[in-house]
């Protein structure tokens, strides 16, 4: 029996554990993990010496791993090489191959064409969500054609499709750029997204059933990795609807098999169909143990699936935390950081699980993030200057010239201290870069005023918004797409009908002349006044409008490592404009108060904590119970056989998964994660993708384009 303080795996963690199997060729006894949380949690494996193997990836599968493994652990689980599936690959024949691939036709006829050549001395084929029936049958009469059956050790359905860059934060995979269901603009270049897909006038109904189907099955492997059979909750009416049915049949029919398996082992395998005895797949292949094991208890989960239409703003402002202003301001994907420079050269910084200060400051306010920077280094300098004390060495570089016999015991100490002191200044490096980096933005965007201004939008008039527009800036305008954000969340932000035809008319004529494509207007605009919406008001209006007289009054406490912080990088801005910088931001903290979806998730989770409104919302939202009998559950609205017509039950939950058709963002998590560690829930988010608000403005202007 568990003891009671155990803590279930983060989404992310569970991942890892289940990449680590299959690189142990699907062994668990080879990959356990203790339950500690920390960086070198991977590292804790068995003591049992790893089978030698190569590992061959196509770019969707490398993606999966990329945020999760460095090359170092999976070394540690013995793979000594790891390759592109359709890259030119030398025979290896004396060593077994793992491949961890996608389900598509052109990546089984590698497969097949690999056996064919013997490439390696045995296969390992795990596929990251099921492998379609038609492409088994096409292996299996590629492999029986050329007698290569017998190379085939596993054949293995994994449920992997999914990205997890942080513990409580994941994104299916990208649909690939040749995707049938993909956009397309002359005027435009946009990539494939699921918002587009599910809202282009031009998608048609294939393409959009497709696109459900796509997501539904990667957010299918997200709840099986999690282990958990959950509630699932879903506004009426749109693609979160469909989805929320599509994805209650499949974990129907995954436990349906389950229930009617004869044995609890997960390495038990059942012969083919096609009779073909190496190409077996396993019995209980939908379900690994840690899915299965829930129907022997009940967990309180509530997965809540949303539309990104419930709340655009979010996706839209200008984010003032530390992972909203990498997203916006540098290139991120995958947990890498690109920074260009002034002379164009790129640097790239990983911000993986080790990364100490990255885990602990993501979600932090920027000014705040400054601080710890330079109270790491100070604490750095300080574990630095004890060990060249201790040694009497001038500087630490020089220790491993010290004379063992002279000063064993020291320097045994500080030998043993070095690795992690170096990697500890190494991580200080990386984010004094990036932090260098997003202050230059600050100061030629204006990111600092476009927050404070968005902050307060619903004191904002269009007086106000035009006179922001036009008025100049020492440091230069803000930038046109920053303009456009500006008034996007200006207008979603107003009540219905505030604005009149004549104020849009001059809104419009101001960005254009600012150089800004207001096909992303119109489409919001059109699509407002169609739907009506539900938008962000109520969180921008009310109590929740910020106090900024109240933040004032904390600035000096928190800004003194900032003050620090700029006074380190004053040689990187010209004309002590970093210090200019500072004091402009100083009232610009973020405020406390609920975004939209925080405040859905409140409502479900902790109705008693919630408001009026987000209740009688979340009321009417369908209900769907995967573990119970269809027709069984009349009682709750949106219930198979039910009319949705009665009154849902409200529930507490402390455990949550939150998901967004159509893109999740970071401004989005970042509160909701702060909701989470304030109350003591547990709330993994995720979307179709992670989108940046460029990406997502570009992807607003394509459809405006679309529909002109």
């Known amino acids: 029996m568990e003891a009671a303080s155990t803590t279930p795996p983060t989404l992310q963690r569970a991942q890892t554990d289940a990449i680590l199997a299959l690189l142990n060729l699907n062994n668990p006894g080879e990959s356990t993990i203790t339950a500690k949380q920390g960086s070198d949690a991977r590292n804790s494996l068995s003591t049992s010496p790893p089978v030698w193997k190569i590992l061959v990836l196509d770019q969707q599968t490398k993606d999966v791993l990329a945020p999760v493994l460095r090359v170092q652990d999976i070394r540690d689980v013995g793979v000594t090489l790891h390759v592109q599936l359709h890259s030119t690959r030398p025979p290896l024949p004396d060593v077994p191959a793992v491949y961890f691939v996608s389900p598509t036709l052109v990546n089984v006829r590698r497969i097949a064409e690999d056996l064919r050549k013997s490439l390696y001395e045995s296969f390992h084929l795990n596929f990251v969500e099921p492998l379609p029936r038609a492409l088994l049958e096409e292996l299996a009469s590629s492999s029986a054609q050329d007698g290569t059956g017998e190379l085939i050790s596993q054949l293995l359905d994994q449920y992997l499709s999914f990205?997890?860059?942080?513990?409580?934060?994941?994104?299916?995979?990208?649909?690939?750029?040749?995707?049938?269901?993909?956009?397309?603009?002359?005027?435009?270049?946009?990539?494939?997204?699921?918002?587009?897909?599910?809202?282009?006038?031009?998608?048609?109904?294939?393409?959009?059933?497709?696109?459900?189907?796509?997501?539904?099955?990667?957010?299918?492997?997200?709840?099986?990795?999690?282990?958990?059979?959950?509630?699932?909750?879903?506004?009426?009416?749109?693609?979160?609807?469909?989805?929320?049915?599509?994805?209650?049949?499949?974990?129907?029919?995954?436990?349906?098999?389950?229930?009617?398996?004869?044995?609890?082992?997960?390495n038990l395998f059942v012969q083919d169909s096609t009779g073909l005895s190496n190409l077996q797949r396993p019995r209980t292949l939908l379900l690994p143990p840690t899915f299965r094991s829930t129907l022997k208890r009940i967990l309180f989960l509530v997965l809540l699936i949303l539309d990104r239409n419930v709340d655009l703003v979010s996706v839209l402002s200008h984010g003032w935390t530390y992972q909203a202003l990498v997203s916006d301001c540098l290139e991120m994907k995958l947990n890498r950081v690109i920074v260009t420079s002034k002379d164009q050269a790129k640097k790239e910084y990983d911000l993986d699980s080790n990364d100490f200060f990255w885990q602990r400051n993501a979600a932090n306010p920027f000014p705040q993030v400054a601080e710890e920077i330079d109270s790491e280094l100070n604490k750095y300098k300080q574990d630095a200057a004890e060990i060249t004390r201790s040694t009497g060495v001038s500087n630490v570089n020089d220790i491993s010239q010290l004379d063992l016999s002279t000063n064993a015991a020291n320097l045994k100490t500080a030998i043993t201290q070095l690795p992690e002191l170096t990697a500890r200044k190494a991580t200080l490096d990386t984010h004094m870069n990036i932090a260098s980096a997003l202050l230059e933005h600050i100061k030629l965007r204006g990111l600092d005023e476009l927050f404070s201004l968005e902050e307060a939008i619903g004191k904002q008039s269009v007086a106000s918004v035009l006179e922001t527009l036009r008025a100049p800036r020492a440091d230069g305008a803000?930038?046109?797409?920053?303009?456009?954000?500006?008034?996007?969340?200006?207008?979603?932000?107003?009540?219905?009908?505030?604005?009149?035809?004549?104020?849009?008319?001059?809104?419009?004529?101001?960005?254009?002349?600012?150089?800004?494509?207001?096909?992303?207007?119109?489409?919001?605009?059109?699509?407002?006044?169609?739907?009506?919406?539900?938008?962000?008001?109520?969180?921008?209006?009310?109590?929740?409008?910020?106090?900024?007289?109240?933040?004032?009054?904390?600035?000096?406490?928190?800004?003194?490592?900032?003050?620090?912080?700029?006074?380190?990088?004053?040689?990187?801005?010209?004309g002590g404009a970093l210090e200019n910088l500072i004091s402009g931001v100083k009232n610009f903290l973020p405020t406390n108060k609920l975004l939209p979806v925080t405040r859905l998730v409140e409502a479900l989770m902790d109705s008693s904590s919630a408001s009026n409104q987000s209740l009688q919302e979340t009321d009417d939202y369908i209900f769907l119970d995967p573990r119970a009998l269809r027709h069984a559950h009349a009682v709750f609205p949106g219930a198979a056989g039910s009319s949705g017509t009665t009154k849902g039950r409200r529930m507490a939950f402390a455990e949550g998964m939150v998901f967004m058709v159509g893109g999740a963002g970071y401004v989005e998590y970042g509160n909701l994660e702060e909701w989470a560690n304030r109350t003591g829930k547990r709330v993994t988010y995720g979307g179709t993708e992670i989108v940046d608000p460029r990406g997502f403005v570009q992807t607003l202007q394509g459809l405006g384009t679309t529909e002109v």
């Open 478 to 574: 803000f930038t046109a797409i920053d303009k456009l954000r500006f008034v996007l969340v200006f207008y979603l932000s107003s009540p219905d009908n505030s604005i009149s035809r004549e104020d849009i008319n001059e809104l419009e004529k101001e960005l254009k002349a600012a150089g800004a494509d207001v096909s992303a207007f119109d489409y919001v605009r059109r699509t407002r006044e169609i739907s009506r919406m539900t938008i962000s008001t109520s969180a921008v209006s009310g109590s929740q409008t910020p106090n900024l007289s109240s933040v004032a009054g904390q600035g000096g406490e928190l800004f003194k490592g900032f003050s620090a912080f700029g006074n380190r990088l004053a040689g990187r801005l010209e």
């Open 163 to 266: 990205i997890a860059p942080s513990p409580s934060l994941f994104s299916l995979l990208p649909l690939p750029p040749a995707h049938p269901s993909g956009p397309k603009s002359e005027t435009l270049t946009i990539q494939p997204s699921t918002y587009y897909i599910l809202n282009s006038p031009s998608s048609t109904d294939q393409q959009v059933e497709e696109e459900i189907e796509r997501v539904a099955s990667g957010l299918f492997s997200a709840v099986v990795t999690a282990g958990h059979v959950p509630y699932i909750r879903a506004p009426r009416g749109n693609a979160a609807e469909m989805i929320a049915k599509r994805l209650d049949s499949k974990i129907r029919d995954a436990l349906l098999t389950t229930s009617r398996s004869t044995s609890s082992s997960s």
